[in-house]
């Protein structure tokens, strides 16, 4: 009794330590990586406000259309953390990690304590399902749910083999589980097909049994009434969800068309033979070239690495070979089965819609491993086998540590997938808006209506207006921010920065679309508060430009930032440009020039009593020595590049130009 209860902590331990590792994958860096937050989850976010509101669909339409079970969670989170990509992606980081222990109960029932150990730990440590774990689309609900059906089922299933009066009662939380697998995404659809592909298999067992080979009779039997109670309980935890897709067949399928191959745009007039190059590129997924969609995968990254490769089809020629085991059966079922969704649809294969094979596929590796542990100690030693499996499991984390966060989370094609841009927006005018307690956002209806996570990030008070043709172009108030489209006229939202300010304008974020090859700006940013009389200036240029401050700084990547203020006293005629210069005794040594603002606010635009915030950062062939390098400023007009003279405040003369000491 007490080395059972050692092994039974031991386990425990074991499970925990592996369910701790994978809890540390999902929620590292979470706020941060990956960045930004790409529509689908926004718009997942933007209905669990809806949720939150009041409202209780079955079914969410927006976006052509989802299952409720992940919004419903989120909604919770949204309410205990407010609206940031955080409080949706913590959800899918919980589930994640709940899915490693799942896959445990899952593998040991199907077959031992090992094979449950090692399933655990390639479910806790693979690229595939880590990644899905940060990232907030409901797909992540589906692999936790199919661990506790498959588990709860197979439990039923052998009591019901051995005559267990009480495997009625695992029958039925199976059912449980399956009815509310069905609300977690579109791909749970076919998991029915699964099990009936398993019932299947029975039948043809048992057939063979007769005329092939012996197994056991208590083996042989097809428990109907569980299986029977099995699909009663998920229908009637699914009724609601079944009851809208018989009501609503067009809402339901839309989704399903849209990426079928059987729809011509998808497959050319040619479903049979599209249908053979995704079931080739479906079964390439495992070890050769996976998806390349950022969002789902490192780009092009099979299910496992080059070492679990091996281990997977090692773990796939036993399964095949013991086919007529119902442990071995089942999981290549269910893994054929449960590929059908990418298999059929574009983009194949596509983790997403793959993802109903999760955690089950993850049992065949471990098939492999403990192969190979076994033979490792009947041939070598336990020290030897032990080795072994602690270095390949090593490499396997260290390669998916690297290829995660250093290769993929970080990089720019993960920035631009995730629509960052979108996100540092929203971040721009919510810090504003909380630095200025009395302040205005005002956000262009081209961004609002463009990026739902504009619109999830940004709360729509009072205090933020989205800018139609039909805003009064009036500022509301003293403290402003306006984020405007810039591919557009923006001189008519001038007006709406406050007379007398301190206006800083600079261009934001870069965006990329999926189709896109280069990035383009996404916003400009405008920011206004008041300003108070200042003293004398530092120098007047011409007779109505005056700099106020002016100030050097090295930053980083050797470069140098000059950053000065101008105010206007006059309206202006010219659109001057502006030049800064690091010079020495013998010359020029770099420079930057341009219009202020980028262009994006002219000194046509400014107004008498406008302070300006400018800025250029010079890039540095050498390092900046004050002894003996020069900072000048200097403002000309571009058409004549003849430079306005400068004037100290007492009226002396600097000639063309100020030089900062």
Excluded at 112 to 121: F, P, Y
Excluded at 208 to 234: E, N
Excluded at 507 to 516: P, R
Aim: glycine share 8%.
């Amino acid at each position: 009794m007490i080395d059972g209860n050692r092994e039974v902590s031991h386990e425990f331990t074991l499970v925990a330590g592996i369910t701790l590792l994978a809890a540390l994958f999902r929620f590292l860096l979470l706020g941060q990586l990956p960045p930004g937050l790409y529509h689908d989850e926004a718009i997942n976010g933007l209905d669990a406000l809806r949720v939150l509101d009041g409202a209780t669909p079955v079914f969410f339409t927006a976006n052509n259309g989802r299952e409720p079970l992940f919004i419903y969670l989120i909604a919770g989170s949204v309410a205990l953390l407010g609206r940031s990509a955080l409080a949706i992606r913590i959800v899918p980081a919980v589930l994640g990690t709940l899915t490693v222990p799942a896959t445990y109960l899952l593998s040991r029932r199907l077959f031992n304590r090992r094979i449950g150990l090692l399933t655990a730990t390639i479910a806790a440590i693979t690229v595939w399902s880590i990644n899905l774990s940060r990232v907030g689309f409901r797909a992540v609900a589906m692999p936790l749910f199919v661990a506790l059906t498959v588990w709860a089922f197979w439990r039923g299933y052998e009591q019901r083999i051995r005559r267990d009066r009480t495997a009625w009662r695992w029958f039925a939380l199976a059912g449980a589980f399956a009815g509310i697998m069905l609300y977690t995404y579109l791909a749970a659809r076919f998991a029915p097909l699964a099990f009936l592909g398993f019932i299947g298999y029975l039948l043809l067992r048992r057939r063979l049994h007769t005329s092939q080979f012996t197994i056991h009779d208590s083996r042989l039997v097809v428990p109907w009434s569980g299986f029977l109670l099995f699909a009663c309980v998920a229908i009637i935890v699914a009724g609601p969800l079944l009851g809208y897709f018989l009501t609503h067949r067009t809402e339901a399928a839309r989704r399903a068309f849209q990426v079928s191959i059987l729809n011509p745009e998808i497959s050319g007039g040619d479903p049979l033979g599209t249908l053979l190059d995704h079931a080739g590129r479906t079964l390439l997924m495992f070890n050769v070239r996976g998806d390349f969609i950022p969002r789902h995968n490192v780009p092009l990254r099979p299910v496992f690495d080059p070492l679990l490769s091996i281990f997977f089809l090692l773990g796939l020629g036993v399964a095949i070979r013991q086919w007529r085991e119902p442990a071995y059966g089942f999981i290549l079922i269910w893994t054929s089965f449960m590929l059908l969704p990418t298999v059929l649809a574009e983009d194949a294969p596509h983790f997403l819609r793959a993802v109903g094979i999760l955690p089950v596929v993850f049992i065949i590796p471990a098939l492999g491993l403990s192969v190979a542990i076994h033979w490792l100690k009947r041939t070598q030693s336990l020290a030897v086998a032990g080795s072994t499996l602690l270095i390949a499991l090593s490499l396997s984390l260290g390669l998916t540590t690297y290829d995660y966060f250093v290769r993929h989370a970080r990089s720019e094609n993960t920035y631009y997938q995730f629509e960052t841009g979108a996100t540092e927006l929203a971040s721009d005018v919510n810090t504003f808006l909380r630095q200025h307690r009395n302040s205005q956002a005002y956000v262009d209806h081209v961004l609002w209506g463009g990026w739902a996570a504009i619109r999830f990030l940004i709360p729509h008070s009072q205090r933020v207006t989205v800018l139609t043709d039909d805003t009064p172009r009036v500022p509301a108030s003293p403290q402003t921010v306006v984020a405007l489209w810039p591919f557009q006229d923006l001189s008519s939202y001038f007006s709406l920065l406050p007379e007398n300010s301190t206006i800083s304008v600079r261009e934001g974020a870069q965006e990329s679309g999926d189709l896109e090859s280069e990035a383009r700006l996404l916003y400009v940013l405008f920011q206004a508060v008041p300003h108070s009389d200042a003293g004398r200036p530092l120098a007047i240029f011409g007779d109505d430009i005056a700099l106020q401050e002016a100030g050097v700084e090295p930053v980083a990547d050797g470069r140098l930032q000059v950053r000065f203020v101008l105010e206007c006293r006059e309206p202006l005629e010219t659109s001057y440009a502006i030049t800064a210069q690091l010079l020495t005794s013998a010359g020029l040594i770099t420079q930057e020039d341009g219009p202020p603002a980028r262009g994006f606010y002219p000194t046509t635009a400014w107004r008498a009593g406008d302070r300006i915030i400018e800025s250029r950062t010079l890039e540095l062939p050498v390092p900046y020595d004050p002894a003996r390098h020069s900072v000048i400023i200097a403002i000309y007009d571009p058409d004549t590049m003849q430079r306005l003279p400068v004037a100290a405040p007492d009226g002396a003369s600097l000639g063309d130009r100020y030089t900062y000491d």
